[in-house]
């Protein structure tokens, strides 16, 4: 395979992974906003929706002499500590707060990881992604409001738990295998969850519909999607990209429920995209080409 084959493997993955976390974003706002589930409920539905599904995959395309995997407890504690606290933050944070303070903390503790593994960002790469953090600030600035305290910390534990959970699938040889025990290994946590809150248990058939659809599609096969995508991916990049998610979803919003494409949306799309543009193209070297002579 070719590396230009290789990099339109990457592109295409990463657009299906930031299109799940999209569809992930507002199926849970819709689970949880409105009350139609709580946020254990909803954490336990999604984590075994994803087992359950990503079991099934791995069952029927596991072919013999392929790279096994079984993912890492780690990974797994990572996982299950982002989705619970996602689901907690939700309660006490609007959208547009709770995904300043997701995303920021996704770059920051991604950035900052990068820096002590060694990595060095170029000057047109810390300019990107002050350019796409800028306009994903303008994006959800009209919807920010002063956040609790305890959504602020509830949101920022998932946002570092993500963080660590990416960079843990930045080396997945067989991303499907990983996501699917890294699921699996979380379901003592699942169960301890479930327990500790089942007697409290306020849920419809809407909400829990909601939670097994992000358990199984957006989140189950998007992240082993994701872990698909990473290893093709700088961990700046990785974290970066990750703020087209909002803008994605806005988009979704123009396509499918004919919101009208403001002029705020426009111009921090394109700030959001010129930034990322700029930190991939950052350390692109140009094509040198040879003179006769």
């Known amino acids: 395979m070719t590396r230009y084959d290789q990099g339109m493997k990457t592109v295409l993955y990463t657009a299906l992974a930031l299109v799940a976390f999209a569809g992930n974003s507002v199926l849970c706002r819709h689970a949880l906003s409105d009350g139609s589930i709580d946020a254990a409920s909803f954490t336990v539905a999604r984590m075994l929706s994803g087992i359950v599904v990503l079991g099934l995959l791995l069952m029927m395309t596991r072919s013999a002499g392929a790279k096994t995997a079984k993912g890492s407890w780690k990974a797994a504690c990572f996982l299950f500590l982002y989705a ?10 609007d959208t547009g707060t709770g995904a300043l303070i997701l995303f920021g903390t996704v770059q920051i503790t991604m950035i900052l990881t990068g820096l002590a593994r060694g990595s060095r960002l170029l000057g047109l790469e810390w300019f990107g992604v002050l350019v796409a953090f800028s306009g994903f600030v303008y994006l959800v600035l009209p919807h920010l409001t002063t956040p609790s305290i305890k959504g602020f910390i509830l949101m920022a534990i998932a946002g570092i738990s993500w963080a660590f ?33 089942f007697q409290s248990a306020d849920l419809s058939i809407k909400g829990l519909l909601l939670a097994v659809a992000s358990g199984a599609v957006t989140s189950g096969i998007g992240y082993a999607i994701w872990y698909r995508a990473l290893p093709g991916l700088s961990t700046l990049q990785a974290g970066i990209l990750q703020l087209l998610v909002p803008v994605i979803a806005a988009a979704g919003g123009v396509a499918f429920t004919h919101e009208v494409i403001s002029l705020h949306l426009l111009t921090s799309s394109l700030l959001i995209i010129g930034g990322i543009l700029a930190v991939i193209l950052a350390k692109i070297k140009p094509v040198q080409t040879q003179s006769g002579g």
């Open 165 to 197: 959970y990416t960079l843990n699938g930045m080396k997945s040889e067989n991303p499907l295998c990983d996501t699917s025990y890294n699921f699996l290994r979380t379901l003592p946590l699942v169960l301890i969850l479930l327990v500790m809150t």
């Open 84 to 93: 619970a606290a996602f689901s907690y933050a939700f309660l006490s944070l």
